[in-house]
């Protein structure tokens, strides 16, 4: 099956400083990139979308400036989460699906806690 | 709008039959698809449903009927490993983004010996 590596699966960082989480898909290409987040006992929420090559489209509410995505390759999407504070601590969950494919398969997610 | 509604929590005995249920209120739906969450792990995949019916596989079945804006997910012979949150998520080829998906708040299931 496919395989979607997400790293890292935890960090802790400063509050103010930047934190970068790479989503990877291993044995297929990523033609779409899903970025959520989720709090404690709530659903995930997608914060954006990315297609290889071009601009993520952000869903309302979130910060395109606080969460840069970039989506260089076809295998490889990054979430940044800048100038981090408190409030961001969550689990960040990302997902791929390549073309032609129905399902979009999970990173193992990354706890954020920033202090 | 999307909406999607399942109930929050389920419990049941180790051996019984379990039957979450997931209604939704989705434009330019395109399948539903249930996942299963542990604590501190991201979903994993269990079914897919984009046409009417039953879907089985193995202990688990899926129900989907579109015009109801309605599904089911089924677990049988329940194990003390299936406790754990069922996400009910619909895919909307429809807007900006297409094969986006909406998921339900999630329904945690406690399974007792």
């Known amino acids: 099956g496919a395989v979607v590596s997400q ?84 689990f960040y969950i990302c997902s791929a699906r390549g073309t032609g494919q129905t399902e979009a398969f999970f990173g193992q997610g990354t706890r954020l806690t920033v202090v | 709008g999307q909406n999607i509604d399942q109930p929050t929590e389920m419990t049941a005995t180790e051996g019984a039959i379990v039957q979450i249920n997931c209604t939704y209120q989705t434009s330019g739906f395109n399948g539903l698809f249930w996942y299963q969450q542990h604590a501190g792990e991201a979903p994993t995949f269990l079914s897919y449903n984009v046409l009417d019916g039953l879907e089985e596989k193995g202990r688990f079945s899926s129900f989907l009927s579109r015009s109801k804006g309605y599904s089911y997910l089924l677990l049988k012979e329940l194990q003390m490993k299936d406790s754990a949150s069922y996400l009910c998520a619909v895919r909307s080829d429809r807007g900006s983004t297409l094969g986006r998906l909406y998921f339900g708040r999630g329904t945690q299931l406690t399974v007792w010996p």
Request: proline letters at 4%; aromatic letters at 10%.
């Open chain 1, 7 to 90: 790293h890292p699966s935890w960090v802790i960082c400063k509050s103010g400083t930047s934190v970068k989480i790479e989503c990877r898909s291993l044995d297929f290409q990523a033609t779409t990139m899903f970025w959520y987040r989720q709090f404690p006992k709530q659903s995930l929420m997608l914060m954006a979308t990315s297609n290889e090559g071009s601009k993520a489209t952000y869903e309302q509410g979130v910060e395109k400036d606080k969460f840069l995505i970039n989506h260089a390759s076809l295998t490889l999407s990054t979430l940044t989460v800048t100038s981090a504070h408190p409030e961001d601590s969550s």
